[in-house]
């Protein structure tokens, strides 16, 4: 499929009409990576939620301190550890990796906390498996969200806005874990800023491989257990730190 630059800066957005479920051949070959930190008291509960409807989970395990990995590993995922917390983006490379060795054909990222909807993975599939594009990003803006803080809501604002000038990729949603890779995508794109400025570092990655992507609606919960684990302003500006200094010593 020929991309123009237009189509790259203004992505395509998929409708809602589109998460019916997928065929069960499709769903085999769905891996839904999801990273986890910590997250003992959630990570059983949303990868027994996945798994009822996608066998292949994978969940990595990055270097938390409780007993998150005996929780996934009873959950059904596949487990791999970090020895040492390295970062969401570090957990997110080597889940992809594993699914990739694994043979899979899609690739989904889906946070641990219960913040995604399980019925929003078809959603992001299908475009891709019909031809449409190759890499899915979810946007709450287009979708729902629920209970989400001001401060939070003013922050992904203002990425989206940070996102736009220095990467000069049109999109309505940048820091949102939900999204879906081709294979031929995930071979493509490499995390490379370990902790949470790989959010960033992905948009940039999609923009370098030209290969075309859209976003699709997707809801978004906010539950009291997922704020108190959220993004603090401090946490903000390290991001940017790592992402700039990503970006000074690429040149």
Do not use: C
Not at 43 to 48: K, L, S, Y
Not at 58 to 87: E, F, W
Not at 93 to 101: E, F, K, S, V
Request: net charge neutral; no cysteine.
């Amino acid at each position: 499929m020929h991309v123009t630059d237009d189509a790259i800066n203004s992505p395509a957005t998929a409708g809602p009409a589109e998460s019916a479920e997928l065929p069960d051949d499709v769903r085999r070959a769905v891996f839904v990576v999801i990273p986890a930190y910590n997250e003992s008291a959630r990570v059983g509960e949303v990868i027994r939620e996945v798994r009822g409807h996608y066998p292949n989970v994978v969940a990595v395990d990055d270097g938390s301190a409780d007993n998150t990995a005996a929780q996934a590993l009873a959950a059904g995922a596949a487990v791999l550890v970090h020895v040492v917390n390295r970062g969401q983006g570090a957990a997110l490379q080597t889940g992809i990796d594993y699914a990739l060795r694994q043979g899979a054909e899609y690739i989904v990222t889906f946070d641990s906390d219960g913040q995604h909807r399980v019925a929003d993975i078809a959603a992001l599939i299908a475009p891709i498996r019909e031809g449409r594009w190759d890499i899915s990003l979810g946007s709450r803006f287009l979708g729902g969200v629920e209970n989400i803080p001001p401060g939070r809501k003013l922050l992904l604002r203002a990425g989206v806005l940070f996102t736009r000038v220095m990467s000069q990729v049109n999109i309505t949603d940048t820091h949102n874990g939900l999204r879906a890779f081709s294979r031929r995508a995930a071979l493509r794109i490499r995390i490379t800023l370990d902790r949470m400025a790989h959010a960033s570092e992905i948009i940039d990655e999609i923009r370098e491989t030209q290969l075309p992507y859209g976003e699709v609606p997707v809801h978004i919960r906010y539950t009291d257990y997922s704020r108190a684990k959220g993004q603090s302003g401090f946490g903000a500006i390290k991001i940017l730190f790592h992402y700039f200094f990503k970006r000074l010593t690429d040149y």
